[in-house]
């Protein structure tokens, strides 16, 4: 019989695979996708101290340790439902039901949608799936796109398009309503963003956004930004326009843009058609965390999280026996932070399980995970410790009760 079951081949699931593994653990991880690597398979950009993280190279090293190890992975698999039963945990997969003392889920995170008029003509695509399909597939999205939604991952994965040799038109973006909120207001993108100007190529513009940060005038710097953006790696970042449509005759063919005011409000008589051959849309990422809600956990709503997430312990433990989380599903953080969750819920898992002899590792493991959050180069959101100091007391909350 197994002991553990994994859902998630990514940085989470197979990180924890080989820290029950190597407490003499049976475990099983599976995937709906056809590879193991999750998020890890579509990253490639370079750190602030000028080393490249790769995911492909990445994702390759923790497969082959997790394989050495003994761990038996599985892809093209897909969990569909989980339940308790007589004390273990069932996970109904399209290969049949596993029975196990232990499940983590290490599902990851999924594409929030912004609606933009248009948005169903062939050529448009979100922006996690022009990272794919470079990145992964090795095939061009087209050869002069636009992307729709200027934050921390579009402006990453902008990047990798670029060094692909893909033209990125430039970046705008979309047309504020109550969907789109805070992601069409020029003035909240502008302090999203601003929390990433560390990273910009060029002294200037670093400089300019340390001065506007710590003198507090972000107000006055949107109203100053110039309409045609500002340019990072050669493409503009519009932070004073709007994709009020995508245009096309069975595929993309162009988007209507216009300037907009400080308050996303459009300027009449600025709109303009720019042709594209391929749109990515990027509204930011959430917890998938579905199975989850199918099992019967508790949740907790922390927009600083990426919204609703299991309510968990330091430890990885859900409000289920038995039932562990591990990489975005817990909160959108970096492929590094949930590697070393990874970890952490695989020793917690070990330890439950008597097989963790002492309990150094596991402390030393919660650590790390600390560490690694604190000295993440780009955060996604600024209040992510608040945010997980606030999920853990309400998980001892839950537990008093």
């Known amino acids: 019989m197994t002991d553990v079951l994994i859902v998630g081949a990514g940085p989470a699931g197979l990180s924890a695979a080989l820290a029950c593994r190597e407490q003499g653990l049976s475990v099983r991880v599976v995937d709906e996708f056809y590879r193991p690597g999750g998020r890890l398979l579509g990253q490639l950009h370079e750190e602030p101290d000028g080393q490249w993280w790769n995911g492909l190279e990445e994702a390759a090293k923790l497969h082959d340790k997790a394989l050495q190890a003994g761990v038996d992975i599985r892809c093209g698999v897909s969990v569909y439902n989980v339940a308790k039963a007589d004390g273990n945990w069932q996970a109904f997969t399209t290969e049949g039901v596993c029975e ?189 965390a579905e199975l989850a809600a199918v099992a019967g956990c508790a949740f907790a709503y922390l927009p600083s999280l990426g919204g609703h997430v299991p309510l968990h312990n330091e430890r990885m433990q859900t409000s289920l026996p038995g039932l562990y989380v591990a990489g975005n599903i817990t909160g959108i953080e970096s492929a590094k932070v949930a590697i070393a969750q990874g970890t952490v819920a695989g020793l917690s898992i070990a330890a439950d399980l008597g097989k963790l002899r002492e309990p150094e590792p596991l402390r030393h493991a919660m650590e790390r995970v600390c560490l690694v959050r604190q000295q993440a180069a780009i955060q996604f959101h600024p209040d992510i410790a608040l945010g997980r100091e606030r999920l853990h007391q309400m998980y001892e909350q839950a537990q008093a009760m």
């Open 100 to 288: 196990v003392p232990a499940l983590l889920l290490a599902t990851g995170a999924s594409e929030t949608a912004v609606p933009v008029p248009g948005w169903t003509l062939p050529g448009v695509m979100s922006i996690g799936a022009a990272q794919v399909m470079t990145n992964v597939q090795r095939v061009r999205p087209g050869e002069r796109g636009v992307v729709i939604g200027i934050n921390v991952l579009s402006v990453a994965i902008a990047r990798e398009l670029q060094l692909a040799g893909i033209h990125v038109d430039r970046m705008v973006l979309p047309a504020l309503s109550p969907v789109t909120s805070s992601a069409g207001h020029p003035e909240k993108v502008m302090e999203s963003m601003l929390r990433v100007a560390h990273l910009a190529p060029s002294p200037l513009i670093r400089l300019g956004s340390r001065l506007v940060q710590s003198l507090g005038l972000q107000k006055r710097g949107i109203r100053f930004y110039p309409s045609g953006g500002i340019r990072m790696w050669g493409i503009p970042f519009q932070l004073r326009t709007a994709a009020l449509e995508i245009v096309g005759t069975g595929q993309v063919e162009g988007v209507r843009i216009a300037r907009i005011s400080p308050e996303g409000v459009p300027v009449p008589g600025s709109e303009k058609i720019i042709p594209a051959d391929f749109v990515c849309i990027a509204g930011g990422l959430s917890p998938l």
